[in-house]
């Protein structure tokens, strides 16, 4: 089975400053990862992706992913936080272990509401 | 535009009103799935569907039904709503190995 961990319900960082929101995951096979973000009223966007490659990965809006296999975590970073990333983040795993409807399966985590003071 | 569209956004019924969420996506994708969202629960997936005619429970199917008579559509089915229904309600849509698209949301309450 597959399955995600954000293990803080919320962040504060205060803006300019760089932000870490956490995420572990437990899989099978190797993990196919996902960090979506969540503004009020709003559906889920998708920020960036891992499947195989550099461990450092780059998305949308300046935020960038670590992927670390000994440690099974997929951490979210930005160097410098705008208020405007306040939001709620997800993180999200696959199982690349499985094929047919599991190939497309996602588990979300609970979410990690981050608040950017000015 | 690539997009999924949920209708209505907002609905506020009563118990044992049958009601009808619908979906649609523009981007011919194969998959399509039905999420709940509660506070501090997250995302918990209803129903999901891999192709036309084929659907399958998700973790928390009690008290829905769905359709896939056509690709793009996959409307979500409350037949006796009930107040623990009452929830964020997303749609989404992928096709493999990409990432789910997502709608803008349905609030459900029902009193």
């Known amino acids: 089975a597959q399955s995600v961990a954000q293990p803080e319900d919320q962040v504060n960082v205060a803006e300019g400053n760089p932000l870490t929101v956490k995420c572990t995951y437990s899989v099978s096979g190797n993990p196919y990862l996902f960090w979506y973000v969540q503004y009020p009223n709003r559906g889920l966007q998708f920020l960036l992706k891992y499947i195989t490659g550099d461990n450092l990965v780059k998305g949308s809006y300046g935020f960038e992913a670590e992927f670390n296999k000994s440690q099974t975590s997929f951490h979210l970073k930005k160097p410098s936080a705008l208020v405007s990333d306040s939001a709620l983040y997800f993180c999200?795993?696959?199982?690349?272990?499985?094929?047919?409807?599991?190939?497309?399966?996602?588990?979300f985590g609970k979410g990690t509401k981050l608040s950017v003071i000015p | 535009e690539a997009q999924v569209t949920q209708n209505p956004r907002y609905l506020i019924t009563v118990t044992g009103k049958k009601l009808t969420v619908t979906c649609s996506q523009n981007?011919?994708?194969?998959?399509m799935s039905w999420y709940r969202q509660d506070p501090g629960l997250g995302l918990r997936q209803i129903y999901y569907?891999?192709?036309?005619?084929?659907?399958d429970k998700g973790d928390v199917p009690e008290g829905y039904k769905v359709s896939r008579k056509e690709k793009r559509n996959f409307p979500l089915i409350l037949e006796s709503p009930s107040p623990n229904q009452t929830s964020l309600y997303f749609c989404a849509s992928s096709s493999s190995n990409q990432p789910q698209h997502f709608g803008d949301g349905t609030r459900l309450s029902i009193l």
């Open positions: 981007m011919n994708h194969e998959y």
């Open positions: 999200a795993v696959r199982d690349l272990l499985y094929s047919g409807a599991g190939s497309y399966q996602l588990t």
């Open positions: 569907s891999m192709n036309v005619e084929v659907t």
